[in-house]
């Protein structure tokens, strides 16, 4: 398996435009988790969803954000007008249900807003 | 509510001496608690959980219910350690089950 798979690795973009961050999931994990990692802030978890059904998204900043889970294979996260203080690296990852499992987290995607 | 607490954002040491990483929870029921690891422009990876009572890479945590920590130790540290390491905390089931990290601490093993 290849493990979480997310694109684009980088993206530079100016600010106002629209950003879609995407992922795949390990197939066969049921949960799949959205995070954005800051040097001030360090890892915050945006949204989560099991089994394509959103969760818990009181981690998700603003209306700018939204994320949709279409199916067991494929999410986006999109900033919708993106601004300066959104630069960040966003995680993808996924894990079978259940709170003893681990999260199997993906490259990331470095998030730079001019 | 979930939280999870490293104190230090750094930690430099040479090689060979031992490491603690300190790691204090809230949380109101039963947790698991994780160590995860993240070398540099690597992705992050899980080192350790305490429901295995494992040892990974020389590092072993032990759970301390009554302190509520999870520190993450090792006798004798190596140059390859050095990475960002980040506890988290998970309730067992249902929409309890994400994962709370702490912000996170840099270990430095210097030669």
């Known amino acids: 398996d290849a493990g979480v798979i997310q694109s684009p690795r980088h993206e530079v973009t100016e600010m106002g435009q629209e950003v879609t961050l995407r992922c795949k999931p390990i197939s066969g994990h049921n949960s799949l988790f959205w995070y954005r990692q800051t040097m001030m802030r360090g890892l915050e978890l945006l949204i989560y969803f099991n089994n394509n059904v959103p969760i818990d998204d009181s981690g998700m900043p603003e209306d700018r954000f939204s994320a949709k889970m279409p199916n067991a294979s494929f999410s986006t996260l999109k900033i919708q007008p993106s601004e300066p203080r959104d630069s960040a690296v966003y995680f993808c990852a996924s894990s079978m249900t259940g709170g003893d499992q681990p999260q199997h987290f993906g490259d990331g995607t470095r998030l730079s807003i001019l | 509510a979930q939280r999870v607490t490293q104190p230090e954002k750094l930690l430099s040491v040479f090689k060979g001496a031992p490491v603690e990483l300190k790691c204090n929870y809230s949380y109101s029921g039963s947790p698991e608690l994780f160590w995860y690891v993240q070398y540099s422009r690597q992705r992050l990876q899980l080192l350790l959980r305490?429901?295995s009572r494992e040892s990974i890479k020389g590092f072993t945590a032990d759970l301390n219910k009554g302190e509520t920590s999870f520190h993450l130790k090792k006798p004798f540290a190596q140059e390859e350690d050095s990475a960002m390491y980040y506890c988290a905390l998970s309730g067992q089931t249902g929409a309890n089950s994400k994962l709370t990290f702490g912000k996170g601490i840099t270990l430095s093993v210097r030669p």
């Open positions: 305490h429901i």
